[in-house]
C-alpha cells in the first residue's frame, strides 16, 4: 500500500502530484491550512498540523468534521481546507467539505474511494490508491493517508521556498525506505503477539506522547478500543500531572511513544513518573535511544526516519498489539461490534 502511494508520484528527485491540479502560484499563496477528518483519518490530520507546520511552515488548523460543520468557522479565501476521509462518504466530513466550499474556500480532498462523494465534490483531489478497505477499523488507508500529506508538505515546502534541495532529496530518500522499514516491522510480530497475551485481560490502558507522538499515540488508543473494546485513552504526555496521572494503579500499562529526539529528555521524565506509580510502560521508540531502557519496562525499536515520518513507523507495533490482543480475546478484528465502516448519517 505505502509502495503504491509512493511510487508514481516521486520521479527523479521530484514529487509529481498530477490530479492535484494545484498551479506553484496557488501554493504559494496559502496562508492557512484546516484539515477536517473523523476517526483515524482525524488522527493523521493531528500528525499533518506538525508535518505542514514543521516542513512547509505554514499555520495549520485540525478539527473533527462533526465540531466543523457546526461552529461556524471563520475561513478566508486565502486559506485552503483538507478534508481527509478513505470512503469519501462519511456525513460529517462531506458537510464539513460543502460548509468550506460555501464560504468561498478552496477544498482539497485526500480520499481513498475514487468517484465518491467528496471527491467529486472538492476543488482538488489527492487519491491514496490504498485499494478496497475491506476490514472496519482502518489501517492500510491511514498508512497511505499519512504518506499522502508527507508528500503535499514537502512539494508545499519545496514551492514555497523554505527547505533546500538538499533537503527535499533527503526527505524523498526517507519517504521511499518506509515500505522496507515497514516489512521490518510487521516480519517482528511473534513478539508483539507474546506480550499482546499478557494484557487479553487489561481493564485500562493508556498511551503517551508529545507532539507528532501524542497523534500516533491517539491513533494507537483509537485501534485498541475499536477491536478489543479495551477502554483507553491516549494523552499528551505533558497534561498527565494535571489529572490523567490519578488513574494510574499498580501494573497499569502505558504504551509512551518517544520518537521524537529533542522531546526525549520530557517525555522519559514522565515514564519515570508513572513508573513510581506502579505504571507497566511499553516505550515505542528509534533505533539508538538506548536511555529509554532505564526508565521503560519494554521497549520497542523502529528504524531511523525523518522526525516527521515517525507515525508511519510507530503505529505498526500498536497495531500490531490492537490484533493480537484482539485475536487473543477472540473478538472480530475485522467486524468490531456497533462499528460502520462508512458512516454515513
Ligand atoms: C472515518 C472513520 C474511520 C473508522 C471507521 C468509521 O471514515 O472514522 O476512520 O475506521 O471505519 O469511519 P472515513 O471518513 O475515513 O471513510
Known amino acids: 500500500t505505502v509502495r503504491d502511494t509512493l511510487n508514481p508520484r516521486i520521479k527523479d528527485g521530484t514529487i509529481v502530484i498530477e490530479e492535484l491540479g494545484m498551479s506553484e502560484e496557488e501554493i504559494r499563496g496559502i496562508r492557512k491550512i484546516h484539515i477536517v477528518a473523523c476517526g483515524s483519518a482525524y488522527h493523521v490530520g493531528v500528525t ?10 505554514i499555520p495549520v488548523e485540525v478539527d473533527l468534521a462533526s465540531e466543523f460543520r457546526y461552529r461556524n468557522p471563520i475561513l478566508s479565501h486565502d486559506e485552503l481546507v483538507i478534508v481527509i476521509s478513505q470512503s469519501g462518504e462519511t456525513a460529517d ?15 482539497l480532498g485526500i480520499v481513498n474511494v475514487v468517484g465518491s462523494s467528496i471527491a467529486r465534490e472538492a476543488d482538488k483531489v ?17 498508512s497511505a493517508q ?18 533546500t534541495e538538499g533537503e527535499v532529496a533527503a526527505f524523498l530518500k526517507d519517504l521511499q525506505k518506509l ?21 487479553i485481560a487489561a481493564k485500562d490502558v493508556f498511551f503517551v506522547g508529545r507532539g507528532i507522538d501524542y497523534a500516533i499515540s491517539l491513533e494507537g488508543s483509537l485501534k485498541l478500543k ?22 494510574i494503579e499498580e501494573g497499569t500499562l502505558v504504551a509512551a511513544v518517544v ?23 511499553l516505550a515505542v521508540t528509534n533505533t539508538g535511544n538506548r536511555e529509554i531502557e532505564k526508565a521503560a519496562d519494554y521497549v520497542i525499536y523502529i528504524p531511523q526516519t525523518n522526525k516527521y515520518f515517525t507515525n508511519s513507523l510507530a503505529i505498526i507495533p ?25 458512516v454515513t448519517v
Open 93 to 107: 466530513s462531506l458537510a464539513a467539505l460543502r460548509e468550506a466550499k460555501d464560504k468561498g474556500v478552496k477544498t
Open 48 to 57: 499533518g498540523k506538525y508535518v505542514f507546520e514543521g516542513m512547509a511552515r
Open 318 to 342: 500498536l497495531q500490531l498489539f490492537s490484533y493480537y490482543v484482539s485475536v487473543g480475546k477472540g473478538c472480530d478484528v475485522d467486524k468490531p461490534r456497533n462499528l460502520a465502516k462508512s
Open 226 to 247: 475499536e477491536i478489543s473494546y479495551i477502554h483507553s485513552e491516549a494523552y499528551a504526555a505533558g497534561e498527565l500531572k494535571h489529572g490523567t496521572i490519578s488513574l
Open 179 to 199: 515500505p522496507e522499514q515497514i516489512e521490518m516491522l510487521l516480519s517482528n510480530k511473534e513478539k508483539i503477539q507474546h506480550f499482546a497475551n499478557r494484557y
Open 259 to 281: 520518537t521524537q529526539e529533542d522531546l526525549y529528555k520530557k517525555t522519559i521524565s514522565n515514564i519515570v513518573e508513572l513508573s513510581s506509580r506502579g505504571a507497566f510502560v
Open 146 to 163: 499519512l504518506i499522502a500529506q508527507y508528500l503535499l508538505a514537502v512539494k508545499f515546502a519545496q514551492v514555497r521556498d523554505v527547505i
Open 126 to 142: 489527492m487519491y491514496t490508491w490504498a485499494g478496497p478497505e475491506i476490514a472496519v477499523a482502518t489501517t492500510k488507508a491511514y
